[in-house]
T-cell receptor, first 113, second 114 residues
Framework: EPEVTQTPSHQVTQMGQEVILRCVPI?????FYWYRQILGQKVEFLVS????????KSEIFDDQFSVERPDGSNFTLKIRSTKLEDSAMYFC???????????FGDGTRLSIL | GNSVTQMEGPVTLSEEAFLTINCTYT??????LFWYVQYPGEGLQLLLK?????DKGSNKGFEATYRKETTSFHLEKGSVQVSDSAVYFC?????????????FGTGTQLKVEL
């Protein structure tokens, strides 16, 4: 069964550095999402992406965050200048159609030192 | 806004016990409802879903019924196994033009013991 894959599985970065989290969605999917889960807390929506543009974003997704789908297969989340509070598990999800289930990757654990 | 409330965990059960994890929601519009499961060290997997009132989602012995009158979507299983130990998330989504973001509850950890 096709899967959403995320790399790396664990990223350790110094505060203030830029980080790029990578996701390869399922190939025929059209909608893409990033979520995050701070340790011990609920999974929170960050951003959705459809038709090569952001369709919705949360308050968390400020100017430090950006997303790209540079080559039709990868879907990346960039954090420009990381803060300690960005430490979390980041999940990518993709969806074939608007009424279809979202499929999640295994996540990238981001640790900011 | 939209929100999901689910019972606090952890829930600890003996194998073959009956499981209920309560979930209620508030939403503007007509949400679809989901249960996701997260096994240790893994991502979120869709367990079951229901897209309209009175629908029953089921999978792997788990069931949940979309109750519009009580705004609930409680997860049940008649006989749990040790392998069911995981964190269970209730979630809702509402269709918009650009997709349908998921709004999650806080998650309920289930521990099943022999």
């Amino acid at each position: 069964e096709p899967e959403v894959t995320q790399t790396p599985s664990h990223q350790v970065t110094q505060m203030g550095q830029e980080v790029i989290l990578r996701c390869v969605p399922i190939s025929n999917h059209l909608y893409f999402y990033w979520y995050r889960q701070i340790l011990g807390q609920k999974v929170e929506f960050l951003v959705s992406f459809y038709n090569n543009e952001i369709s919705e974003k949360s308050e968390i997704f400020d100017d430090q965050f950006s997303v790209e789908r540079p080559d039709g297969s990868n879907f990346t989340l960039k954090i420009r200048s990381t803060k300690l509070e960005d430490s979390a598990m980041y999940f990518c999800a993709s969806q074939q159609g608007a009424n279809q289930p979202q499929h999640f990757g295994d996540g990238t654990r981001l640790s900011i030192l | 806004g939209n929100s999901v409330t689910q019972m606090e965990g952890p829930v600890t059960l003996s194998e073959e016990a009956f499981l209920t994890i309560n979930c209620t929601y508030t939403a503007t519009g007509y949400p679809s409802l989901f249960w996701y499961v997260q096994y240790p060290g893994e991502g979120l997997q869709l367990l079951l879903k229901a897209t309209k009132a009175d629908d029953k989602g089921s999978n792997k012995g788990f069931e949940a019924t979309y109750r519009k009158e009580t705004t609930s979507f409680h997860l049940e299983k008649g006989s749990v196994q040790v392998s069911d130990s995981a964190v269970y998330f209730c979630a809702l989504s509402i269709l918009t033009g650009g997709g349908n973001k998921l709004t999650f509850g806080t998650g309920t950890q289930l521990k099943v013991e022999l």
